[in-house]
Each structure stands twice: as structure tokens, then as C-alpha cells.
């Protein structure tokens, strides 16, 4: 069974720094893609990063170059999403998401495994 398990969201002011968590197991992929996507209060749900297996390419939105990193820690089965210079507009629900190498990476309908979430808050 695929879980994902999303940690380190939480409250921080603007201007600061989160470290989200997303272990992952139960999955036998020989290649996947692991993404980032987060949802705001009556918004839909959106792509922030993504980071393949196969060569540790790593994709972001536009709205978060040069403030958001993702990595990958492949002997703990985890990946990273570093957050700097937070914003109020940063605050969503924050899910990790694993599936086979997907085409278009931000795509909700590219992943069938999704975790539970966890919430990011930032105060202006």
C-alpha cells in the first residue's frame, strides 16, 4: 500500500522559513516523480514542485523560483520541500504526491497517490 506522510507544516511570519517533510513507502515504482501541490481557502489545488527519480531533475512554479528548493533524502525515502522568504499568499494545505514519471507534472490527474496534508500559515 503507497503512503505518504506529510510533516512540518505550521505558522510563521512573513519573511520566514518552513521545512516540509513527505515520507514515502509502499511503492515499487523504478521510476517516479514526487510533487508538491497545495491548496488555498476556496482556490483549487495547484503544483509547486516536483522532483524525478530517474535523474533528480527538479520543477517549480513560477510563484516560488528562488524561494522554494525540493530535494531528496533516497535512504530515508523522503523529500524535502525547503520554504524561504514565506508570504501571506503561501498559505495552503500542503500534499505530496508519487506516481509513475508524469508528462505534465503539475497536473493533479497525473498522480493516483496522494498524502493527507498538512497546513502551512503565514502572517503578514
Known amino acids: 500500500e503507497v503512503q505518504l506522510v506529510e510533516s512540518g507544516g505550521g505558522l510563521v511570519q512573513a519573511g520566514g522559513s518552513l521545512r516540509l517533510s513527505c515520507a514515502a513507502s509502499?511503492?515499487?515504482?523504478?521510476?517516479?516523480?514526487i510533487a508538491w501541490f497545495r491548496q488555498a481557502p476556496g482556490k483549487e489545488r495547484e503544483g509547486v514542485s516536483c522532483?524525478?527519480?530517474?535523474?533528480?531533475?527538479?520543477y517549480y512554479a513560477d510563484s516560488v523560483k528562488g524561494r522554494f528548493t525540493i530535494s531528496s533524502d533516497n535512504a530515508k525515502n523522503t523529500v524535502y520541500l525547503q520554504m524561504d522568504s514565506l508570504k501571506p499568499e503561501d498559505t495552503a494545505v500542503y500534499y505530496c504526491?508519487?506516481?509513475?514519471?508524469?508528462?505534465?507534472?503539475?497536473?493533479?490527474?497525473?498522480?493516483?497517490?496522494w498524502g493527507q496534508g498538512t497546513q502551512v500559515t503565514v502572517s503578514s
Open positions: 504526491a508519487v506516481d509513475v514519471l508524469p508528462q505534465n507534472w503539475g497536473e493533479l490527474w497525473e498522480y493516483d497517490y
Open positions: 509502499g511503492f515499487t515504482f523504478d521510476a517516479y516523480a
Open positions: 522532483i524525478s527519480s530517474s535523474d533528480g531533475s527538479t
